[in-house]
């Protein structure tokens, strides 16, 4: 049994030279790969780089305070997380602060100016038929007579050229019989006793008119259209308050900017669909019909079903009320025109998007149905200042702790410390390009707990070389040579060091999973380092020390090599002693 054993600890002290090609050649990979991509320094999070911070107030609407809760505030966190998120931000931090309001830090770089634009629109996401449109200030829309599909042949007056336009992923445009111009806004408002809307055979203004259902309806008709008309979509004051305290059920007012970016205001009919609705929406780049950027939406069951209904009602109607409008945070962020039932449970809209304005749009849909409204009680930006001054004071605490940890290698391991140093310059290249690499690859970025993380990890790396170190000498002290002592140690080093590394592990990712925010960065970083440690003592600290144990400066036990068998006490030689041979050990 012995003789096999001694064999395969021959080989392995044959062959170190293999573990350290491999660790090298994947440190030169990793930074040939950070050269390549050209990301040669890691991201930094907002409080090193700098970037805004805004604070949202949940606001309840009327009658329905108690929805301010915790179940539709963590909901809101989640569904802004991956708004922003959405857009390729990295380290953004969404977080609640007390009962109603919640924080959102987005760093500085690629995209943050999107993420903040729609950050700030928070709201719910509805689906609304257009009763009424024109531009603000302008005439009414004209109201064409409709063609043989059921789809508009002209523009409506003052409206863009380009109308996105919501379609049926591949199905075939049915013919539609010609409706009375406002016969699909009757029948919505019918059902909930409010007014209609027809539009004017000569583009005037469309007046709403009774629908029939008594003198409240015909009340509430009438003081829609004064609202209307007084409306001034170009005053952002107005456009702020517009919409305010209606009921998803009702008739409202809303404005938006059409594709020549000129301010419309609108009357929509109670909404069909909400955001809940909307299953997965993506910006998509059309180059099979040259309809250029569009974006598909894939529904729920439930939204399919209201989907279908909604627009196979409009494609009957006459413009503008073939048209339905997509409403966040009161803003009319598109109002693409139907010419057909929409029943595959997708639909592509197409109109004058490019790759931003489309994918601002896919985003809103994907994540855009909030729990609650909200409104921007403030927006700061951060300097990386105060950060870059913490930054300085970890690094120089760093670099005393680097410093103390040399100074004790060097006068109590003295010449096995250049085995420590080297060692702990490969754990910090690896460390330093796998975080130049992990930040455009998972979005990782460095803040100051994740600093604080790679200086902890000095010592755990450290304490792995002297728990190795120490072996080593028990060995000598044994009464061993270096080069049996060396391999010998190894087996029960190594156990000691996988389970320390493991512990640390897990701590890190028990602290990863159950916080959030900077404290997640703190925890990778641990983390990522612990298993660079394992990585480094097995590949080159090891197989270092196996190769340093052939020198003569070494091997015969120099005074400053620290491993002098006399200021280590070292027994005599095991072949001089009686103590019987564990054939374990042999």
Request: glycine share 10%; net charge positive.
């Amino acid at each position: 049994m012995a003789t096999p054993k001694k064999g395969r600890n021959a080989s392995a002290q044959s062959k170190p030279g293999r573990s350290l090609a491999l660790i090298l050649i994947a440190i030169a990979a990793l930074t040939g790969g950070m050269f390549a991509s050209g990301h040669t320094k890691p991201r930094l999070g907002i409080d090193l780089a700098g970037g805004t911070s805004i604070t949202l107030r949940a606001v309840p609407e009327a009658g329905n305070e108690a929805a301010i809760n915790k179940t539709n505030m963590d909901t809101a966190v989640s569904i802004m997380e991956r708004r922003v998120n959405g857009l390729g931000v990295s380290e953004s931090e969404v977080q609640t602060q007390g009962r109603e309001n919640i924080i959102v830090n987005i760093p500085k770089g690629t995209n943050s100016e999107q993420a903040r634009k729609q950050v700030g629109t928070t709201a719910k996401l509805y689906f609304r038929p257009v009763i009424t449109t024109e531009i603000a200030g302008g005439k009414g829309t004209a109201s064409p007579s409709p063609s043989p599909t059921g789809s508009p042949t002209d523009k409506p007056s003052g409206k863009a050229t380009d109308k996105p336009e919501a379609t049926d992923k591949g199905s075939a445009s049915p013919s539609a019989s010609a409706s009375t111009q406002g016969r699909a806004v009757t029948d919505a408002l019918k059902a909930d006793a409010t007014p209609s809307a027809s539009a004017s055979d000569k583009g005037d203004k469309t007046s709403p008119s009774p629908s029939g259902s008594g003198g409240a309806a015909e009340g509430d008709a009438n003081a829609l259209q004064a609202k209307y008309a007084k409306l001034d979509c170009t005053d952002e004051k107005t456009r702020s308050s517009v919409g305010d305290g209606v009921k998803a059920s009702e008739p409202t007012l809303a404005c938006g900017k059409n594709a020549q970016g000129q301010w419309q205001k609108y009357i929509l009919g109670p909404a069909e669909v909400d955001g809940t609705d909307v299953d997965k929406a993506q910006a998509v780049l059309n180059t099979q019909t040259g309809a250029g950027w569009t974006v598909t939406m894939d529904f729920t069951d439930a939204g399919a079903k209201k989907f279908a209904n909604i627009t196979g009602k409009l494609a009957q109607n006459q413009s503008p009320q073939n048209q339905f409008a997509i409403v966040l945070d009161g803003e009319v962020v598109s109002d693409p025109y139907v010419r057909q039932a929409l029943t595959g449970g997708n639909a592509e809209i197409s109109g004058n998007f490019n790759q931003q304005s489309a994918q601002e749009l896919s985003n809103m849909l994907s994540y855009g149905a909030l729990p609650l409204t909200f409104k921007v009680d403030s927006m700061t930006t951060v300097t990386a200042a105060l950060g870059g001054d913490q930054l300085h004071a970890g690094l120089i605490a760093g670099a005393i702790g680097l410093a103390l940890v040399v100074i004790y290698l060097l006068a109590y391991y003295r010449g096995l410390s250049f085995i420590a140093i080297l060692s702990l310059l490969v754990s910090a290249a690896l460390t330093y390009t796998l975080m130049s690499l992990l930040g455009p690859a998972i979005g990782f970025a460095l803040n100051l707990p994740a600093v604080c993380g790679a200086i902890v990890a000095i010592g755990i790396t450290a304490d792995s070389f002297i728990v190795y170190f120490e072996r080593v000498r028990d060995e000598i002290r044994e009464g061993r040579s270096l080069r049996p002592a060396v391999e010998r140690a190894w087996p029960r080093a190594r156990r000691t060091i996988l389970v320390s590394d493991f512990v640390s592990f897990l701590a890190a990712a028990v602290l990863f999973l159950v916080t959030v925010g900077k404290v997640q960065g703190f925890a990778f970083t641990l983390g990522l380092t612990t298993l660079l440690d394992v990585v480094v003592v097995f590949l080159f600290t090891k197989p270092l020390l196996t190769l340093m144990a052939r020198r003569p400066f070494f091997a015969n036990g120099h005074k400053w090599s620290g491993l002098d068998p006399k200021s280590l006490g070292a027994q005599p030689p095991l072949r001089r002693t009686r103590r019987p041979v564990d054939p374990k050990e042999a």
